[in-house]
């Protein structure tokens, strides 16, 4: 039958392996895929011809397998003055009998003296590691797999997106800014403003694309950065009504400006819109 209940008594024997592996693998979306657990299928190289598999769990064609416990595998010796690439899989397979099972299997690759190349696996096949041979030393085992999150740490992941996400950004009155879910904010721009004298002065105020929330009597909640490139204006203060709970304008003063001409006052503004 096309269209079945899997997890459900019907009164016969009615769930297959390939049932479950094609649930499986709509659940995990690979087929076939190494999952978060253990050690993570760890591999050690005891010496150049033994390996140590660790504990984990894995799919192969959608089919769950795992390894309770280290699993010790023998890697061929290699030859003085070649090189060659093995690999270690997790290998399928089925008899006549409709008998499954999933082993790991050291696939040897080819000698060469050139670049090693890793050895043909197929589909039945989840390749783990590979181990390069340079002469009679084995060197330092490649992983060959990313695990799959677990969807405990995924959830935990997003929650933690949805604690803070942008819900606005774009340009207004010359800003750039941005509005986070949480209440924060920024806005930069640049403002071509024109030094008319020397010394030391306090410049125009710039109105802000939006009103800015704070603490009214204290620095906490907001802050202003602004800088210049040119020697029109060496040293620049920012400022703001540190008094007040909103900010809708800053500002800031130039010291030392010892000639005239324009020059573009960059202002960065942090703080909360909410």
Known sequence: MAFEIVDGMTGTKHISSDDLAALNTATVGKASCVLKYGNDFSLTMASANAATLGTGVGMVGGKRFWNQAPVQLVVETGAQGQKR???????????????????????????????????????????????????????????????????????????????????????????????????????????????????????????????????????????????????????????YPTSKSVVNTVCCAVENASEKGTTAINYLVRGYWK
Do not use: H
């Open 85 to 239: 690439n093995d690999l270690v899989v997790a290998r399928y397979a089925k008899t006549s009998a409709g008998i499954e099972s999933i082993m790991p299997v050291v696939v040897k690759g080819t000698p060469t003296t050139g670049t090693p190349a890793d050895p043909a696996v197929t589909a039945n096949d989840l390749k783990l590691w590979r181990v390069p041979l340079d002469g009679i030393n084995a060197g330092t085992p490649v992983r060959l797999f990313e695990p799959v999150i677990p969807l405990a740490t995924l959830g935990d992941s997003v929650s933690q997106l949805k604690k803070d996400y942008v819900v606005e950004q774009g340009v207004k009155s010359g800003w750039q800014y941005v509005k986070w879910a949480s209440g924060r904010a920024e806005c930069s721009r640049a403002v071509k403003t024109a030094i008319t004298k020397t010394g030391n002065y306090w410049l125009p105020e710039v109105s802000l694309p939006f009103t800015f929330k704070k603490t009214a009597n204290s620095y906490d909640r907001f802050s202003v950065f602004v800088s210049s490139s040119d020697y029109f204006a060496p040293v620049l203060y920012g400022e």
